[in-house]
């Protein structure tokens, strides 16, 4: 009797730690959210000592309310509040609809700022990085809207989605302790390559997770997180073809 009551616990207990993994993981999107963006973004903010465009302040409050939302959303699943969860799932639509639009538009003042600056080329070819980035965020996103009636690639799909974002965050650290001074511009495009592995660490997590729970890793990890990982190294090859600089090029043309 004592052995099954021991068993009981320590299915149940298995089944609450699994429950909660994606709020917990969801929690660690949100602080690495915050804490990448606090020496470039949020403490100059608080200071009064930052300074730019209201499409940038949006852009920043979309993308950080996203990390917000996400950790609620993966909270109301794990408490059992499914019909709550899926009520709040237009919200999430029309949140990641702004940030997609949102994105596109900093990427293109980003251009802008280094045209003003005498870095049209620079500009052009680092534009890829969040460019690419927002465009994998919204078709996995789409995948995960399309996989609601499957909650265990559904709930997959989101996290993928949210990790995808993070690169951004980890790198302002790289670039505030890292970068060699001199005047600001957009930086090589291979620097972004080393901090959004450190951001995909996290899915590394989420995998290992589901080895241990599942006895095998979960195909939205292995092939969406190939497919990441394959945007990120093709990033810095195109930004340096003569296809890329027209295409973005004209973007530019366009905005100015």
């Known amino acids: 009797m004592t052995t099954l009551i021991d068993d ?55 993308f950080f309310g996203w990390t917000l939302y996400f950790a609620f959303q993966t909270w109301l699943a794990a408490s059992g509040r499914t019909a709550r969860h899926r009520m709040m799932g237009m919200v999430g639509v029309s949140l990641a609809t702004a940030m997609t639009i949102f994105g596109f538009l900093v990427a293109v003042n980003a251009m802008k700022r280094s045209a003003a600056i005498g870095q049209t080329d620079q500009g052009i070819a680092f534009v890829i990085v969040p460019l690419s980035g927002i465009l994998f965020f919204a078709v996995v996103f789409i995948l995960a809207v399309a996989a609601t009636h499957r909650p265990e690639t559904h709930k997959r799909l989101m996290l993928l989605a949210g990790i995808s974002l993070l690169d951004a965050a980890v790198a302002r650290w790289f670039l505030t302790f890292l970068a060699p001074p001199g005047p600001a511009g957009p930086p090589p495009v291979e620097v972004t390559i080393i901090p959004a592995f450190v951001a995909y660490l996290l899915l590394v997590a989420a995998m290992v997770f589901d080895w241990r729970a599942r006895g095998r890793v979960h195909p939205v990890y292995i092939y969406g997180g190939a497919a990441l990982l394959a945007v990120k190294l093709l990033n810095w090859p195109i930004s340096a073809t003569p296809a890329w600089h027209a295409f973005a090029g004209g973007i530019l043309a366009l905005a100015q």
């Open 8 to 62: 009981h616990r320590s299915h149940v207990s298995a089944a609450t730690t699994a429950r909660y993994f994606y709020f917990h993981m969801a929690l660690a999107c949100t602080a690495v959210a915050f804490l990448g963006f606090a020496p470039t973004y949020w403490l100059p903010l608080a200071s009064g000592s930052f300074s730019s465009t209201p499409v940038v302040h949006f852009h920043g409050m979309l």
